[in-house]
């Protein structure tokens, strides 16, 4: 059974910097891709940045020049540096990685920015 573990949220000022960290267990295969996802509270999740097996990347618009994601393959963990945080990127940050038409969530981290 995959799963997904991350870690690294908390609550920072705004401006300041967090390091998301999400790893697979449960399967020797590198997943396709890793990415991460946010939700906040009454808004639907939405895609932050995504990261192929490549290391082809993409970025939500409210991100990019903020926000990097990278992966270790043979770690099968990706992460995510948040700098230059803003209150509106409080949310639940949920991990997602796939194996073709397989696919797993995190459990979701909470990152909190104050203003």
């Known amino acids: 059974q995959v799963q997904l573990v991350e870690s690294g949220g908390g609550l920072v000022q705004a401006g300041g910097s967090l390091r998301l960290s999400c790893a697979a267990s449960?399967?020797?295969?590198?997943?396709?891709?890793m990415g991460w996802y946010r939700q906040a509270p009454g808004k639907q999740r939405d895609l932050v940045a995504t990261?192929?097996?490549?290391?082809?990347?993409n970025y939500a618009d409210s991100v990019k020049g903020r926000f990097t994601i990278s992966r270790d393959n043979a770690k099968n963990t990706v992460y995510l540096q948040m700098n230059s945080l803003k209150p509106e990127d409080t949310a639940v940050y949920y991990c997602?990685?796939?194996?073709?038409?397989?696919?797993?969530w995190g459990q979701g981290t909470q990152v909190t920015v104050s203003s």
């Open positions: 997602n990685a796939n194996w073709g038409a397989l696919e797993y």
């Open positions: 449960g399967t020797i295969f590198r997943a396709n891709a």
């Open positions: 990261i192929t097996i490549g290391s082809n990347t």
